[in-house]
């Protein structure tokens, strides 16, 4: 009996040692984020189809071209670089 109540002790003091040092999604984000640095990001900006598809976006805006280049700019590469295009204009606006 007295095993017993050691152990069920045990679990539970690791189950809250290891449930406070999880952290939730939103944390692990921000720190991907922070993870990206300058270099990561004129990397991305540098890829020339990419650069393309996001000319065609914006100057085609609302014509068939325009929501091609919309549409091929919905994937995981695409985002990637919408976002290190809003970290540089971040960054040289202050």
Known sequence: MKNLLIFAA???????????????????????????????????LKNEEMQRLHRDMTRNAMSEGGFEARVQMMTEEGRAYHNALKKRQKNTAG
């Open 10 to 44: 045990a679990v539970t003091v690791s189950t809250s040692v290891l449930a406070g040092n999880m952290s939730d999604n939103k944390d692990m984000r921000a720190m991907h984020s922070q993870m990206m640095d300058k270099s990561s990001i004129e990397e991305i």
